[in-house]
């Protein structure tokens, strides 16, 4: 009787009998994961599209300019992709060969948890429908991805991790001083590496638990976003509903990140936690990727007010490369938006974050990073404030923040 459930099957010369319902299990395997490859292609390539693809033509003067550089980029959300970033991908702006084509050498990588559907800038509820959910299962992440934000967050650093322990030394996680200095060292000598490590995009990944912090933590984290789409346990969201200040959870976050000599990101906050931050941290702050009201008048984007006190923690605006963020899909829109940042509160607390990789189109993948040179140069910046703009004023933040 067992005979008429099971199947002969020779495969690769090992013949074995097999019942039906481990074939079934087999063929459905293998569909999913036929599927997870073309379906999560499909979804990038529409997701991170590029306005004016390479080649990128700049003269040989901005070109070595450019090249005399140490690029920090403050947000990219390439590890939320089905992608090798050892390879040069045919979809998405960032991998590791492209940061090295471009001389991008550092990349704060976003880790994008929950993102509400139908996705917008004025209001979003926490319980929509959450596309992550959605693409965790079709890009074959672990199972234990599927129903938890805080293991979405982890999954997403580990990956960093093993491109880091793959890349022959191409991309280094920079965690502490000492990895600092090393890697400043490397690039002081020539040596083409990248570095980086892993930023929380909305504390929801927390599930609520304080101590989540510090597995995040030992996780390779170094910078924390208070929230994201819609307003959290934390507090409020620029594009959630209520748009409150931080709640008692959310102090708590703020002064075990920085307890923890994390930074802190008020990107996507809701003016208000901007606020309640501003008046508590005791080190520098960052908006990750940003724009500016000054150039781009909207709900998104910071305020003078909020300019001139992120400045004052000694912190960093990242200005973004997208069309909601400064009104634009240019180089020239991003490098207008460091201009007058810079003519509010000086050139030192002007950074680079574009949001790479984050459902956004791009004027640009990394290869064509010195059209921003170029266009900085317009702007009438030097060589040397151009230096800061594009990675020393981070720099300064990370010798400031990072862990002994
Ligand atoms: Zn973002």
Redesign the pocket.
Known sequence: MINSLLVFTSLAGITAWVSVPVIILIVLALIYLILINIMSAQVEKRSNRVRQPPPYMVSSEVQALHNRLLVADL?A?ALLWKRDLLQTGRTGHVDVPRMLEGNIAFQVF?V?TKSPKGQNFESNSSQSFDNITLLSVLSGWPPRTWGSLFQRALYQARKLEQFANRSEGKLMRVLNQKDLQIFLEHRRAGDRITAGFPCL?GTHALEGKLENLDVLYEAGFRMI?LT??FDNEAGGSAHGREKGGLTAFGKDVVRRTQELHMVVDL??SSPRIIDDVLAMTTMPVVA??TGVRGTCDNVRNLSDDHIRGIARTGGVMGIAMFEQAVCECSVDATARAMRYTADLVGVDYVALGC?FD?TVEAPIDYRGMALLTEALLKQGFSEAEIQQIMGWNFMRVLMAVLPE
């Open positions: 947000h959300d976003g994008v995009e976003g994201h789409f990107a996507h990750s990727h949001d984050g």
